[in-house]
């Protein structure tokens, strides 16, 4: 124990050096637009609460609906005896919602993604994986005894080289992040699947940062780029805009989710997700069928504050994404700004490397349908007033 213990402390000494420890900062109220950090209430602009639901009433009421007529919890796995009626309608619910014919639901999407690949492919078949997807396929496709494949972030000819190089394979599935965290930027979903028609593909899309509120009706990116009828697997996550909670799930053809549901470990071994969250997912689609409104809100206050953040003289990455990335260049500037921010009450976070290329440290806005014009107003002019003192506008 003594070595081991050794080895972790120098280890975490090092992360210290390195200014990679990750400070985990004490949040005193619910999740919201405004939330009480170190006893002071600051606007938040660095949480996945895109559509503002993660306080909202309608679903703390139907949480708790879920306690009074569902229980804490299930204490067994799904096939056991963990399947609720409101597991499997939040099943169809979601996969109606995708225009897809079945869904599986887990304890998170990290789980949906872990337990995709492995299931359904074997060393036949070949795993194509855009070099900047987020950790849980990377992981997912680490357990997977298919051949591994990764082209550069976004880089069709890429793409194309490796499909052309892999027909002799049995199945090769192409998996990408519909949108990317870091940039915001968007998969480029109408290439990838036509080259997947081209070359007999399948195509997978972890809609995480896009699922309920991203494209004309917030059914993605798979909406946004309109390939919803391309596309062969959507994994995403019940934990951002589809009220924040937790939980995850996979939607794809009957076969597919019948398989994952016979073999795929994390679903098969794992327990089953919280009545409390499910019963608050199945309100989260219904508000989603009922109107358009959260939407609405959230594009124009993305609009909104990406042109304001321009016009006072910072550069963004251009997109049209809720995630806004503040392109500072240097991390301890990232770093500086983040820490004067909060200061005006503005909660945003720096990001630099090895989260994000070397030079290209920044401040990753994250907009919410919950945030008033007032809100962003207040954070533009705390932006104008630390930009100036650190002569970056
Ligand atoms: C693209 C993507 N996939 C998967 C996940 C994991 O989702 P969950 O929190 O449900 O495990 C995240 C969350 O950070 C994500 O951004």
Not at 263 to 268: H, T, V
Not at 288 to 317: M, P, V
């Amino acid at each position: 124990m003594d070595t081991l213990s050794n080895k972790l402390k120098t280890e975490i000494e090092l992360i210290k050096d390195n200014g990679l420890y990750k400070n985990e900062r004490i949040i005193n109220s619910k999740q919201d637009a405004e939330i009480s950090v170190d006893n002071k209430l600051v606007l938040n602009f660095c949480a996945n609460n895109y559509l503002g639901l993660s306080s909202s009433n309608d679903l703390i009421i139907a949480a708790k609906n879920g306690l009074d007529n569902w229980g804490l919890g299930l204490s067994s796995v799904r096939f056991i005896c963990g399947t609720q009626a409101i597991h499997k309608k939040l099943e169809m619910q979601l996969s109606k919602f995708l225009n897809m014919d079945d869904t599986i639901l887990y304890s998170s999407c990290f789980d949906a993604n872990g337990g995709l690949f492995e299931t359904l492919l074997d060393s036949n078949d070949v795993i194509i994986s855009d070099a900047l997807n987020h950790a849980s396929i990377i992981d997912g496709v680490r357990l997977c005894k298919a051949q591994r494949k990764r082209y550069a972030h976004s880089n069709m000819k890429e793409l194309e080289l490796i499909l052309k190089d892999t027909q002799s394979y049995n199945n090769r599935l192409i998996t990408t992040d519909g949108v990317f965290s870091m940039d915001g930027d968007v998969a480029k979903l109408q290439h990838i699947c036509n080259l997947a028609e081209q070359y007999k593909a399948i195509v997978h899309v972890d809609d995480s940062h896009a699922t309920g509120f991203f494209g004309p009706t917030g059914r993605g990116s798979v909406d946004y780029c309109n390939v919803m009828d391309q596309i062969d697997i959507i994994t995403s996550t019940l934990g951002k805009a589809m009220g924040g909670a937790s939980g995850g799930f996979t939607s794809s053809s009957k076969n597919i989710i019948d398989i994952l549901r016979q073999r795929s470990r994390p679903y098969l071994f794992s327990n089953s997700l919280a009545p409390a969250i499910v019963n608050a997912s199945i309100k989260v689609l219904y508000l989603l069928n009922e109107n358009n409104d959260l939407l609405h809100t959230l594009n124009e206050n993305t609009a909104y504050f990406r042109s304001e953040i321009t016009r006072i003289g910072y550069k963004i990455k251009d997109g049209v994404h809720p995630i806004i990335p503040i392109m500072l260049g240097d991390a301890k500037l990232a770093q500086n700004i983040a820490q004067d921010m909060l200061k005006e009450n503005i909660y945003v976070i720096g990001f630099s490397y090895p989260v994000v290329p070397k030079g290209e440290a920044r401040i990753r806005v994250q907009i919410s349908a919950a945030h008033s014009r007032n809100d962003i107003d207040k954070a533009i002019n705390a932006f104008h007033k630390i930009g100036l003192k650190y002569k970056v506008i």
